[in-house]
Structure formats: structure tokens, C-alpha cells
């Protein structure tokens, strides 16, 4: 089992910053993938950034340049730091952790963008 608790989310105006944190504990293997995905009500769950424990990172189109994904190994912890918001940015946003078909997701976190 993996457990992951995400922070950081919460209310800011357009063009404002974020940075969102998910911890992961339990049986966590060494070579994963962890990311971030969004789902907005009356949208499909759509894929914000991934970064595997090498480094590599996948971004969707919509957050590319704004948008950045980190992690802390050592930590076990991934990082959105999310830059020039926008109101369209709107949506609860949920970590994620993959290894192999093993597929964990976190509680979730509301981020808003708005004036």
C-alpha cells in the first residue's frame, strides 16, 4: 500500500503562483512515476505533469511553460509549482503514483483561480 497526502492547493488570483506538495509513504518502490492530474466537474480527468524517479518529465500542452514538476527522492515527495495561473487552471487536482500496473492516487487538493 501507498499512501499519498497532498498540500498546498488552495485560492489565487490570475497570473498568481502555487506550489502544490504530495508526500508518499508505505511500500514505495525505488523506480516510479509520480505526477499530478486534474479533474474539473463536467470535464474528464486530464494530465497535468509526470516526472519519473530518473528525472523525466511529461507536461500536458495547457501547462507547459507555467508549470513546473519536481521531486525530492530522498523524500518520497513531488512538487507543481504552478506560475501564471489562470482561471481555466481551476480544478481539484490529485497525485499520483505508478509502478509498474501498481496505481495509487491521493485525496486530491482544490486549487482556484480567481478575482
Known amino acids: 500500500q501507498v499512501q499519498l497526502v497532498e498540500s498546498g492547493g488552495g485560492l489565487v488570483q490570475p497570473g498568481g503562483s502555487l506550489r502544490l506538495s504530495c508526500a508518499a509513504s508505505?511500500?514505495?518502490?525505488?523506480?516510479?512515476?509520480m505526477g499530478w492530474y486534474r479533474r474539473t466537474p463536467g470535464k474528464e480527468r486530464e494530465l497535468v505533469a509526470t516526472?519519473?524517479?530518473?528525472?523525466?518529465?511529461n507536461y500536458a500542452d495547457s501547462v507547459k511553460g507555467r508549470f513546473t514538476i519536481s521531486r525530492d527522492n530522498a523524500k518520497n515527495t513531488v512538487y507543481l509549482q504552478m506560475s501564471m495561473l489562470k482561471p481555466e487552471d481551476t480544478s481539484v487536482y490529485y497525485c499520483?503514483?505508478?509502478?509498474?500496473?501498481?496505481?495509487?492516487w491521493g485525496q486530491g487538493t482544490q486549487v482556484t483561480v480567481s478575482s
Open positions: 516526472i519519473t524517479s530518473r528525472g523525466s518529465t
Open positions: 508505505g511500500s514505495i518502490f525505488s523506480i516510479n512515476t
Open positions: 499520483n503514483y505508478k509502478h509498474l500496473i501498481i496505481d495509487y
